[in-house]
């Protein structure tokens, strides 16, 4: 008996090694969840984080570049493509005011975000947005997805845009080309009133240089100013059906603009959980409701 306990303890310190071990690889395991947490601003967890204004740039005479900072210089966001966040900001009344912004960084930069952002006269967001200065805070809440893009889902993706639209559809065309595994061919159509009105031109301009045989971009303008290469115009049905990619499963249409841009081109989109109708253009040239997507 007492040879049997002698021999089936010589196992002991193995088994306590290896209970050892299953508990120290448990805690790593979630150390490492909470770290890999903590390295996103953005959890989902539905509360507000200030974030310091740490850069404006100017890039025309009504939009402006904002960059804040977030609370950990070795965070990123925590947002996906495509998604977006909520900025709040209380008036001297006490109203919340509150409106949804895409980044226009990318999702993998950490310590900063950054949003384009057009001055409209009379919104209480922009109005206030603009009137901030360098160390300033907003509040931020999100993300918000609004299409969880999985790389070559779609031989080729249309994209259809104006104006502030395109904040969302440059984080599509953006991720997907700066990703080598994803061969998806993006056809980008973006109207505004004049070239100088043209949001991010330099860096659509760059994607395009760069990844000439997956992005084409293709700028409309009501009124065009010296030199500019591209459309004169509205973006018509009669190019669209003959330039854009035909109606397929293979091709997903992305669309973001004002009212009356969507009303023309895809219909209004009802709620956020709800598309509403294809109508407009893009149903008059065979599109499905299945692969027209509006932001």
Not at 133 to 160: A, M, Q
Not at 215 to 243: A, P, R
């Amino acid at each position: 008996m007492f040879a049997r306990v002698t021999k089936s303890n010589k196992f002991l310190p193995i088994a306590f090694g290896i209970g050892a071990a299953a508990i120290a690889s448990a805690a790593f395991y979630n150390k490492s969840v909470l770290m890999n947490e903590s390295s996103k601003a953005f959890v989902g967890d539905n509360q507000w984080i200030d974030l310091k204004l740490s850069k404006i740039e100017t890039l025309s005479h009504d939009t402006k570049r904002f960059t804040f900072a977030l609370p950990q210089k070795d965070q990123v966001s925590g947002l996906i493509t495509a998604s977006c966040v909520l900025a709040k900001f209380v008036t001297p009344k006490g109203s919340n005011v509150i409106r949804p912004y895409t980044p226009v960084s990318d999702i993998n930069d950490k310590g900063e975000i950054e949003f384009v952002i057009k001055h409209y006269e009379g919104g209480k967001m922009t109005s206030h947005l603009f009137s901030l200065k360098e160390n300033d805070t907003v509040s931020f809440k999100g993300p918000i997805v609004k299409w969880e893009w999985k790389p070559n889902s779609f031989d080729s993706i249309t994209l259809l845009g104006a104006g502030t639209g395109i904040t969302p559809l440059y984080q599509l065309v953006h991720h997907i080309a700066t990703n080598p595994a994803d061969k998806t061919k993006v056809h980008l159509y973006y109207g505004n009133k004049t070239p100088s009105d043209i949001l991010l031109k330099t860096e659509l301009d760059n994607l395009q240089k760069k990844y000439p045989d997956q992005v084409k971009v293709t700028y409309f303008v009501d009124k065009s100013e010296g030199k500019f290469e591209g459309e004169t115009g509205f973006i018509t049905k009669d190019f669209l059906s003959h330039n854009a990619p035909k109606p397929s499963e293979k091709n997903q249409v992305f669309v973001c603009g004002p009212p009356p841009f969507m009303n023309a081109y895809s219909g209004p989109k009802v709620s956020p959980t709800d598309q509403g109708e294809l109508t407009g253009i893009l149903a008059e040239l065979g599109y499905s409701k299945s692969n027209v997507f509006k932001f």
